[in-house]
């Protein structure tokens, strides 16, 4: 098949599902053509069957705001068209279905678009008056849709009052390159041996709840000696900062910013934190899920269709700081149960959310949306 992958570039979640199925697809033998305002982070290598166009933005002084979704289709039809793609594949419906749509009415072709659903579009970004019609119409009028977990999937549902059939195809991490490897020399640069190692990573939005990591920590340190890895940036970070020095804990974490190799660092940890306010899938839980890091999350969204309590880590009320604490102290105070949990959580990842298994997922999804008829709005 040829496939147009329209992604965020940056470092989230949405934009590594995006490119890292391109990836696997084109070593399936695909043609990949993805298309976005930047080179995907995860793209940093020349691959057979994958081309990468940038869309480039114009600038006049009489347009206030970028015009990032026409642009966006201009690229989409020029790619195509000369590439005669079979499919575009939008990550994110807004603005990236949108630009597929008008790319397909100035096309005069019916390209098929499949829309995935990542997360924020649907539980804030979509739900903004000013972008409600336009997020259902994205979604009634792709050929197909996706979500990453049955959480969204019911949101998306009954937020938007939208019949329609939404696949559920759950996130996936590579779990050949992500394992655990011991890397004594990049641990020892964290932390001294005798001292366990927490982790988070995120894009340092408030709907992650930094602060609460940094809370949880404080308290953990009380007990356990320890070093907090905050891996990632955004927003968030100096406000964090700023806490970290006034908890007078800037001692013992590290501020790691953005890191395009997580292997090594998640193989020196011990726990991941994830307290999120808003997790329709939780992709950084999965890859420290596969490196054997138990998790200790919020109960929200798709997290517990993701990890099991008391199995693969444990779960609890969003800002539950305390509990969140009790159970980081529990695991990192008996070794033999976070290992434990850390070998559950490697065979939960391998056998549910293995790039192979959910690619193919991916692919016949494709197959089936090419077969059917064009999408048709329900009044
Ligand atoms: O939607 C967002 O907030 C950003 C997006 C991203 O690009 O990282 O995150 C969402 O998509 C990820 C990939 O599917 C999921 O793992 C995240 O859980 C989800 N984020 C939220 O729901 C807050």
């Known amino acids: ?159 938007y009052n939208i019949n329609k059939d939404i696949r559920v195809i759950p996130n996936f991490v590579d779990t050949g390159k992500y394992r655990r490897v011991e890397h004594p020399d990049v641990r020892a640069k964290f932390a001294p041996a005798e001292e366990r190692v927490l982790i988070h990573v995120s894009n340092f939005r408030p709907v992650k709840r930094v602060h609460d990591v940094i809370k949880i920590f404080g308290e953990v340190r009380k007990k356990v000696p320890s070093r907090l890895l905050l891996v990632g940036d955004g927003p968030e970070r100096s406000a964090c900062e700023i806490l970290t020095r006034e908890m007078n804990l800037q001692q013992h974490v590290r501020f790691l910013g953005k890191q395009l190799e997580l292997v090594p660092i998640l193989s020196s940890a011990d726990l991941m934190l994830m307290p999120s306010q808003s997790e329709s899938f939780g992709l950084s839980a999965l890859e420290a899920m596969a490196c054997e890091v138990p998790v200790i999350s919020s109960s929200v969204g798709g997290l517990p269709e993701l990890q099991v309590h008391g199995e693969t880590g444990y779960i609890a009320e969003i800002g539950d700081i305390d509990r969140m604490a009790k159970y980081a102290v529990e695991l990192l105070t008996n070794e033999a149960k976070r290992r434990q949990f850390g070998n559950a959580g490697r065979i939960r990842a391998v056998e549910n959310f293995d790039v192979g298994k959910i690619v193919s997922m991916y692919e016949e999804y494709y197959t089936e949306c090419l077969a059917a008829g064009p999408a048709v709005a329900a009044g």
Do not use: W
Not at 23 to 29: F, M, S, T
């Open 1 to 159: 098949m040829k496939i147009g992958i329209v992604c965020y570039p940056t470092y989230g979640g949405s934009g590594v599902i995006a490119t890292e199925l391109g990836k696997a697809l084109a070593a399936r033998g695909h043609q990949i053509h993805f298309i976005s305002y930047a080179q995907p982070m995860r793209l940093d290598e020349y691959l057979d069957n994958v081309s990468y166009h940038e869309v480039e933005m114009a600038s006049y002084p009489l347009f206030e705001f970028p015009l990032y979704t026409p642009a966006l289709a201009s690229k989409i039809v020029e790619v195509a068209r000369f590439e005669k793609l079979d499919l575009v594949h939008a990550h994110y419906a807004i603005p990236h279905a949108i630009s597929a749509f008008l790319a397909r009415e100035i096309l005069r072709t019916h390209l098929k678009v499949i829309t995935t659903l990542h997360g924020t579009d649907i539980t804030l970004v979509g739900l903004e008056p000013s972008f409600l019609p336009v997020m259902k119409f994205s979604i009634e009028r792709s050929d197909g849709v996706t979500a990453v977990s049955r959480f969204l999937r019911e949101k998306t549902t009954t937020n």
